[in-house]
């Protein structure tokens, strides 16, 4: 089927649940004027990104009234967004949620935490514990949050559990310069979900945030790649956008029937094959 994504690349502040709130509201209801299916959200929308000490302060619950609002809302459109999620066990998670026709259909708990250079998420959250496709009216997909996607693994997983579609939800600082005289960041996730759609024979859309936190920059760039690795629409620069997306339904048929990878993808031998390195491996 056809249908069309709104990429929703704001700019969030740093632990205003409320305002934040706003902002979502407001692109949602932007999304819907444009005639979109789905909006996507980055990385931590409703919270900001680098919150420390403030993880607990801004914590949701699946039953919170934040959560209720997404959930009536998503029987306009169909939601994807970036929160802090507190589990039953008070423990704090870097999750992304998926709503449509007022429920929700999917929560993915990130999975890698970066812990390296200027990132320290894993001294503040939990780490998710699995990797799931589900299905939706658009068809089957899978959700990653920024730093999972950079694991081959990870989007590995979701397209051999059926996902034809992946949504990456992100708040990446722009970082070193590339050849180009571009942002370093910009150039390598630009190359990576490029090869991860063609590699896998599905789209991929990547929702980025924008704005300053503690003196960083958030790049933006959100993007919408076909099942053959081209880019088809691409949100600004360093500025705040709203990215919309005709997705042609037939492209994915088109791909894989031209280039059948995941058709000729064997799962049983990389089972056999990750097993026996598992059991070989020193702990």
Same mark, same amino acid.
């Given at each position: 089927m056809d249908f069309t994504v709104a990429l929703a690349q704001i700019k969030p502040k740093l632990g205003c649940l409320d305002d934040n709130m706003a902002l979502v509201e407001a692109a949602i209801e932007k999304g819907i004027a444009a005639g979109a299916d789905l909006i996507v959200f980055p990385e931590l929308a409703l919270t900001g990104y680098f919150l420390k000490d403030l993880v607990p302060e801004v914590a949701l619950r699946l039953d919170a009234p934040q959560i209720e609002k997404l959930k009536t809302l998503s029987k306009r459109i169909s939601i994807a967004i970036g929160f802090v999620e507190v589990s039953s066990d008070f423990r704090f998670f870097n999750s992304a949620l998926y709503l449509e026709e007022g429920e929700i259909r999917h929560v993915h708990r990130k999975v890698y935490l970066p812990t390296y250079g200027l990132f320290d998420e894993q001294r503040y959250m939990a780490r998710g514990e699995r990797l799931r496709a589900f299905d939706t009216r658009f068809g089957r997909v899978g959700m990653l949050i920024c730093e999972d996607m950079w694991h081959l693994s990870a989007p590995y997983v979701l397209a051999m559990d059926g996902a034809m579609t992946l949504l990456c939800l992100s708040s990446s600082p722009g970082r070193g310069v590339s050849g180009t *005289? @571009?942002? @370093?960041? =910009?150039? =390598?996730?630009? /190359?990576?979900t490029s090869t991860t759609a063609m590699f896998l024979n599905c789209r991929v859309f990547y929702c980025n945030r924008v704005g300053y936190e503690d003196g960083i920059n958030f790049w933006g760039g959100s993007e919408a790649i076909s099942p053959s690795g081209e880019v088809t629409d691409r949100g600004a620069i %360093? *500025? *705040?956008? %709203? +990215?919309? =997306? /005709? +997705?042609?339904? @037939? =492209? %994915? #048929? #088109?791909e894989r029937i031209f280039s059948p990878i995941m058709r000729d993808e064997n799962l049983a031998i990389t089972v056999k094959e990750l097993k026996r390195i598992d059991r070989e491996k020193e702990y």
């Amino acid at each position: 089927m056809d249908f069309t994504v709104a990429l929703a690349q704001i700019k969030p502040k740093l632990g205003c649940l409320d305002d934040n709130m706003a902002l979502v509201e407001a692109a949602i209801e932007k999304g819907i004027a444009a005639g979109a299916d789905l909006i996507v959200f980055p990385e931590l929308a409703l919270t900001g990104y680098f919150l420390k000490d403030l993880v607990p302060e801004v914590a949701l619950r699946l039953d919170a009234p934040q959560i209720e609002k997404l959930k009536t809302l998503s029987k306009r459109i169909s939601i994807a967004i970036g929160f802090v999620e507190v589990s039953s066990d008070f423990r704090f998670f870097n999750s992304a949620l998926y709503l449509e026709e007022g429920e929700i259909r999917h929560v993915h708990r990130k999975v890698y935490l970066p812990t390296y250079g200027l990132f320290d998420e894993q001294r503040y959250m939990a780490r998710g514990e699995r990797l799931r496709a589900f299905d939706t009216r658009f068809g089957r997909v899978g959700m990653l949050i920024c730093e999972d996607m950079w694991h081959l693994s990870a989007p590995y997983v979701l397209a051999m559990d059926g996902a034809m579609t992946l949504l990456c939800l992100s708040s990446s600082p722009g970082r070193g310069v590339s050849g180009t *005289e @571009g942002l @370093g960041s =910009a150039a =390598a996730w630009q /190359k990576l979900t490029s090869t991860t759609a063609m590699f896998l024979n599905c789209r991929v859309f990547y929702c980025n945030r924008v704005g300053y936190e503690d003196g960083i920059n958030f790049w933006g760039g959100s993007e919408a790649i076909s099942p053959s690795g081209e880019v088809t629409d691409r949100g600004a620069i %360093l *500025e *705040e956008d %709203l +990215v919309i =997306a /005709k +997705v042609d339904g @037939g =492209a %994915l #048929r #088109r791909e894989r029937i031209f280039s059948p990878i995941m058709r000729d993808e064997n799962l049983a031998i990389t089972v056999k094959e990750l097993k026996r390195i598992d059991r070989e491996k020193e702990y």
